[in-house]
């Protein structure tokens, strides 16, 4: 079940859109939204390198990065309990209930680390993907062991009513669906999605994976997505709302390379700019 949900807050354009995604789900399964806003030190928030300045000039550079710093985390909070009052009034369940913090470090490092105590990270990306939490969404979906949800361009009114699943079989894949299955059993229709070639994994059959749905009460359909050229992360995207899906559930892939993980081609376009639907991906 879903009952905290993680929203960080980086004092971009895409903040409204991420924390209201995160409010709207809230509302919908009764949970508990924590906006959380990590700054780096100022001393590496800094535009120049301080320590070869003169003392009096080095200090002063510092406290402008700080304030700079203090005013975009109030900014912040203030857009996120802004939003939270908004989605209190609007409802139909239980208010969800809200938290704020505010840390210093590395979000690359703090973000994963407070996701793995959370049931759900939220998280936006600017429309052209020129933004600073692309490193923290990788970090988080490799190093959290927890579902990450990519909020959509607009505001959608509500989340996981008609939910596509990417079905390959695989073991990101499996891990995505028992994730979502909660979402799963409360929306009124389930479409998996999955190419038009067999599959060569026993379990990247989709009717499989319909059936095993059907045991948690799930009645899903299957849809074919045409190999028409177009790489398949834009196909799954456009198959899904072109069903009306306004949540697409699927594995987040990626392999190691020199002791990092890095992500996979499909992975890669989904999370580089925001997507048309919501995606719910887990690693």
Not at 208 to 225: F, M, N, Q, W, Y
Not at 226 to 239: E, F, I, R, T
């Amino acid at each position: 079940m879903i009952r905290k949900i993680l929203v960080p807050i980086n004092g971009t354009g895409a903040d409204r859109r991420s924390a209201a995604l995160a409010f709207t789900l809230a509302g919908q399964v009764q949970a508990h939204v924590e906006g959380l806003c990590v700054t780096p030190h100022a001393e590496v928030a800094s535009p120049v390198e301080t320590a070869s300045l003169p003392a009096a000039l080095g200090r002063k550079l510092l406290e402008i990065a700080e304030e700079r710093q203090g005013a975009a985390v109030a900014s912040a909070r203030a857009l996120f309990d802004e939003l939270g009052q908004r989605h209190a009034g609007a409802s139909d369940g239980g208010a969800p209930t809200s938290a704020w913090r505010a840390e210093i470090g590395s979000p690359v490092e703090i973000i994963p680390q407070e996701a793995r105590l959370a049931d759900l990270t939220v998280f936006a990306r600017e429309a052209d993907g020129a933004d600073m939490i692309g490193p923290a969404l990788e970090a988080t979906l490799f190093d959290s062991g927890r579902p990450v949800l990519l909020a959509p361009l607009g505001e959608p009114a509500t989340v996981g009513t008609t939910i596509a699943v990417a079905w390959d079989g695989g073991l990101p894949a499996s891990r995505a669906v028992a994730a979502a299955l909660p979402l799963l059993a409360a929306a009124t229709r389930v479409v998996i999605l999955t190419g038009e070639r067999p599959s060569r994994n026993r379990a990247g059959d989709p009717n499989r994976l319909a059936e095993s749905l059907s045991h948690h009460g799930v009645t899903a359909t299957i849809h074919r997505v045409a190999d028409d050229g177009q790489p398949l992360a834009k196909a799954l995207v456009s198959a899904a709302a072109g069903l009306g899906c306004d949540l697409m559930v699927m594995g987040g892939y990626g392999h190691s390379r020199f002791r990092e993980t890095v992500l996979g081609g499909v992975t890669r376009d989904i999370v580089a700019a925001p997507p048309d639907i919501a995606i719910l991906m887990v690693h």
